[in-house]
């Protein structure tokens, strides 16, 4: 069976020293996920190479600027026509890395044009009362296993 699109993107994963992760919240018109929190991140570029897509991200999302670290890992999620936005079957690959020693201060203003609506350190038990993509999930379990919080 052929697929009709795939997409790369690369996400971060950044705790800070109060180990509260980091998180930004998503809009887009249709979209049935609008309104959800998900991980700093989005699709490569061309030419990018996918620590540079991590860095990118976490600077247009939150206005923050890192250290790339490890590559934590990486999920892939498969649509098909009535579960795809363009009605498509497709491929979403998400390459997930640290993020390290997060510098700047957090963007509080956001353009009307944006997909990202918001950005906010939520401690780990925060987390789980948010409405948020897979991918959130996905990274908490990163984290989690690699000891990265406590």
């Keep these: ?50 620590h540079e897509t991590a860095l990118r991200e976490l600077e247009e999302e939150t206005g923050l600027s890192a250290d790339i670290g490890t590559l934590l890992g990486a999920q892939s999620e498969w649509f098909d026509e009535r579960t795809s936005q363009r009605g498509q079957r497709g491929l979403a690959l998400r390459l997930i890395f ?27 038990d925060a987390v789980q009362k948010l409405d948020r993509v897979e991918v959130v999930d996905f990274g908490l379990s990163l984290i989690l296993t690699n000891n990265i919080v406590d």
Excluded at 29 to 34: F, K, N, Q, T
């Design 1 to 50: 069976m052929s697929i009709d699109w795939q997409r790369a993107a690369a996400y971060v994963v950044a705790v800070d020293s109060q180990q509260r992760i980091l998180l930004t919240q998503f809009s887009k018109a249709g979209h049935p996920r609008s309104g959800a929190w998900t991980l700093p991140g989005g699709g490569m570029e061309w030419g990018e190479q996918a």
């Design 98 to 124: 640290e993020a390290i020693n997060c510098a700047g201060e957090l963007k509080t203003d956001f353009r009307d044009d944006d997909t990202t609506v918001g950005a906010a350190w939520f401690s780990i």
